[in-house]
């Protein structure tokens, strides 16, 4: 499988969600990039704020 790489502009960080930019290959999936991207920062929540759910 090749990588894709995605490039990040903007992040805007709310009390409840994120606003994102950022490009990504029209040969990847819109709903793959989003599970991706839910996946790792659900993981790095979980890492960073223990206690937090």
Excluded: E
């Amino acid at each position: 499988m090749p990588v894709l790489i995605c490039s990040l502009y903007s992040t805007d960080l709310v009390s409840d969600h994120v606003h994102i930019l950022l490009t990504y290959p029209p040969l990847m999936l819109l709903g793959g990039l989003i599970v991706n991207l839910k996946a790792t920062s659900c993981q790095l929540v979980w890492d960073n704020y223990p206690n937090h759910f």
